[in-house]
């Protein structure tokens, strides 16, 4: 807006009671005003997805044993059969799942997905249909059986991670295409329709003898293939299961991973269930024996991001070849526990609200008559100007420790065409906590909309 109408504006509005004002005003300078809108539930058994946004990922089979990522045999161009002789080494005796479960919930996470099988094709359940699993090894011990049952005894809910792509199966037409070995190997039969008979086998077997499931996790449709049938089945078999986008068809809910969907780390806001999924370590989501890893800073920030804006996130760990988690990835995860526990209130149960103000240089929620200020971005400096809210909290309280925020109204010389003050946070720890995502909860005695928040709108959000 220009500076006149601009002026004529804050001129037809000074009469107005100061909250009337308010609204007036941003719905003039920004648009009309708009409540962010939340991601259609499911209405169904699938609704724990919503409830429980935080989980654990975990990558583990035969490539922990040499250490060098999860793709080991295509990206070390290893011949198939020289692969496999790893299966002989597969004995993992430290293999806790109690354990792993203990670790998540640490973290604050409240469910798992486990690599049933990855692009290798080893198979980490008592499969009938390969022998090229867990039994026929030293261990000789149902992994996904045991995790199953840990998880039921404690009420954890479990995903199951499945891999379409096969280097091993001998009926997957492996075309040199990305994720598949350069074509077929000696003793192959590649035919499509054999391979999805095999798959179709496997997903009925992990749909059918592992109890309640609480999501199915596709990976790798190289080919592309659709066929709704087969996520039907798995909907047959288990109704409270969640099924992400990288099967035969679009399945429940989107998969961003790491930070390469750039449109989904900088989306406003989802118009579907979205799930984004990051490894602790920046090479590889298996076990790496000399893995670089991600700061807490990064992971906090990307956790953050994703929560405030409705959506779930999975966070992964490699387990090392006796079972156990890294040290240097538990540590990861104990500090994210800390840091996610003492904000929890703003993510659990809260509701996306970044459109109440004009700043999108922080993410807002909201549970009742509280709003939640996330500063998941680089603080530039130890205050922060709520725009347009010209009502002050009944109280500021930064959650990270519990300490109370200072704030203001007064006008600043940067509101000096509006010529007046908007809520202002300040003498932030931001040098103290640069290594994390501050959180403030500010407590209103009236509905947040009343209390001087306006949204800038759904188009409006998007023009960062």
């Known amino acids: 807006m220009r500076r006149r109408s601009f002026l004529r504006a804050v001129a037809a509005t000074a009469a107005m009671p100061p909250i009337a004002q308010i609204g ?36 583990w089979g035969l490539y922990a044993i040499p250490g060098f990522h999860e793709q080991h045999q295509w990206r070390r161009r290893v011949p198939r059969a020289e692969y496999a002789r790893l299966q002989a080494q597969w004995n993992p005796a430290k293999y806790d799942p109690e354990a792993w479960l203990d670790l998540a919930e640490r973290a604050g996470m409240k469910y798992i997905c486990l690599t049933t099988k990855h692009h290798d ?16 090894t030293p261990y000789g011990k149902d992994v996904v059986r045991m995790l199953a049952d840990a998880c039921h005894r404690r009420g954890f809910p479990l995903c199951l991670y499945y891999s379409i792509a096969d280097w091993h199966q001998p009926n997957y037409p492996n075309q040199g295409r990305h994720h598949e070995l350069a074509g077929p190997e000696p003793g ?10 095999f798959l179709r086998g496997q997903v009925r077997e992990l749909c059918s003898n592992y109890g309640e499931l609480h999501g199915f996790w596709w990976d790798m449709n190289v080919p592309q293939h659709k066929d709704p049938s087969i996520n039907a089945m798995i909907r047959q078999l288990q109704p409270k299961a969640v099924i992400n986008n990288r099967g035969f068809d679009d ?21 579907r269930p979205t799930e984004a999924c990051q490894s602790v370590g920046v090479e590889s989501w298996g076990y790496r024996k000399d893995e670089d890893y991600y700061s807490d800073r990064h992971l906090i920030r990307s956790i953050d991001r994703y929560l405030a804006r409705d959506a779930n996130y999975l966070l992964n760990v490699g387990p090392t070849p006796d079972g156990t988690i890294p040290p240097e990835a538990s540590a990861i995860l104990g500090r994210i526990g800390a840091w996610y526990g003492s904000v929890k209130e703003s993510l659990e149960g809260a509701e996306p609200a970044s459109g109440l103000a004009q700043n999108r240089n922080v993410m807002l929620t909201r549970r009742g008559n ?38 203001s109204m007064d006008m600043v010389p940067s509101d000096h065409l509006e010529q007046k003050g908007y809520l202002r946070l300040r003498g932030l720890p931001a040098n103290e906590m640069a290594n994390t995502v501050m959180v403030v909860k500010l407590e209103f005695d009236r509905p947040i909309e009343a209390a001087g928040g306006a949204s800038s709108g759904e188009d409006d959000m998007r023009r960062r």
């Open 188 to 197: 192959d039969e590649p035919s499509w329709d054999k391979y999805l008979e």
């Open 370 to 407: 509280n709003l939640y200020v996330h500063l998941n971005a680089d603080p530039p400096a130890d205050a922060v100007k709520l725009k347009p809210f010209a009502v002050a909290p009944k109280r500021a309280t930064l959650l990270n420790d519990g300490r109370p925020v200072a704030f």
């Open 24 to 59: 007036a005003l941003a719905a003039e300078t920004v648009g009309a005003p708009a409540v962010p809108k939340r991601i259609p539930r499911f209405g169904d058994g699938r609704d724990w997805f919503f409830e429980r946004r935080f989980g654990m990922f975990v990558h």
């Open 251 to 271: 399945g429940d809910f989107g998969t961003p991973e790491r930070d390469y969907d750039k449109k989904s780390g900088d989306a406003a806001a989802f118009d």
């Open 121 to 136: 094709g080893f198979c980490l359940w008592d499969t009938k249909l390969t022998p090229y699993n867990t039994m026929n």
